[in-house]
């Protein structure tokens, strides 16, 4: 499998924490965002969209960090640890993913693309929004270990990288303490690897 991403890529991070989770072997290739390379026809031939990451796997060639997880989880989990197949629970699991590609990634990966990049964005807006969004799993996290199903499913690891580097986007943590411990909990386990920014708990 070969995968397309960015050391700095939250979204990226999410499909490296799922083939670590699932022991699947694969070869990274580094695209050169600053150089606008994800605009460039050969990346856009693997997704029109002109983001990161990109998954192929033989002929097959994906995109969206969800939509990955969703694949990865399905052809390589087929007990459904990562993905449950009962109809409820997999809803559960796949409002998260929509969480994750909505709340969150419209919210703090703004703020902290500012801060990293320099790109143009309302910051207090998406500092503002952002808040609201940690807010809900603050909420969703009391008296939990995970999301759903008290165990890790690709439903933590599509919000995680985003929101644990949050504070890269001037958005804090501190008041969010069943987030941090979360957060903490994701960083322990066995399948974590670490990011910039992201380290081990
Ligand atoms: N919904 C997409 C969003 C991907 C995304 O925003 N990727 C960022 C890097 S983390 C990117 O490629 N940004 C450059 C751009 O949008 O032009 C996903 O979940 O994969």
Request: proline share 8%; glycine share 6%; hydrophobic share 50%.
């Amino acid at each position: 499998m070969l995968l397309h991403g960015h050391p700095l890529s939250g979204n990226t991070h999410k499909v490296r924490l799922l083939l670590s989770a699932l022991g699947l072997s694969y070869e990274e290739r580094v695209v050169d965002v600053p150089a606008g390379a994800h605009k460039r026809p050969d990346f856009l031939a693997l997704n029109p969209r002109g983001q990161l990451p990109v998954l192929q796997d033989g002929k097959v060639a994906l995109h969206d960090a969800q939509a990955i997880l969703v694949y990865l989880a399905r052809k390589y989990d087929p007990r459904g640890t990562w993905l449950p197949t009962d109809p409820a629970e997999m809803a559960a699991v796949v409002a998260w993913l929509s969480f994750a590609a909505n709340e969150i990634q419209n919210t703090v990966h703004p703020a902290r693309m500012h801060f990293l990049l320099g790109v143009p964005v309302s910051l207090e807006a998406a500092q503002r929004a952002g808040r609201a969004a940690i807010s809900l799993l603050e909420a969703r996290l009391q008296g939990r270990t995970f999301l759903e199903l008290e165990r890790p499913t690709i439903a933590d690891l599509a919000c995680f990288p985003c929101v644990a580097l949050a504070p890269e986007g001037k958005v804090d943590l501190a008041e969010f303490p069943n987030v941090r411990a979360w957060t903490d909990r994701l960083r322990k386990q066995p399948f974590f690897v670490a990011m910039p920014g992201l380290a081990a708990a």
